[in-house]
């Protein structure tokens, strides 16, 4: 047996859902517990590359060719800085 005391927001809204699907505390609690362990689990079983997926490329510069074209790049960088004109 396992009680947990819970703040008063997340007590209510635990009620609301109660009444709402006509479930008890308890059903709600075990599944979203079982939700919970199984989504875990999947994070065990996923790449590191898996897990980041979701954040590569999100602050992407919009220039696909950076890789390859940044000697060109710092190349006309320099110039502009150091060039007299």
């Known amino acids: 047996m396992l009680a947990v005391r819970l703040p008063e927001n997340l007590e209510k809204e635990l009620n609301r859902v109660s009444k709402k ?14 939700r919970f362990f199984e989504a875990e689990a999947k994070k065990e079983q996923q ?8 954040l590569f490329g999100q602050y992407g510069s919009g220039e696909g060719d950076r890789s390859t074209r940044y000697k060109q790049k710092l ?8 060039s007299t004109h």
């Not at 699907?21 to 079982?34: P, Q, S």
């Not at 190349?75 to 150091?82: A, I, P």
């Open 21 to 34: 699907n006509d479930k008890t505390k308890t059903e709600i609690v075990k599944e979203a517990l079982k």
């Open 75 to 82: 190349k006309r960088k320099l110039h502009e800085k150091y």
């Open 47 to 54: 790449t590191a590359y898996e897990l980041g997926a979701s």
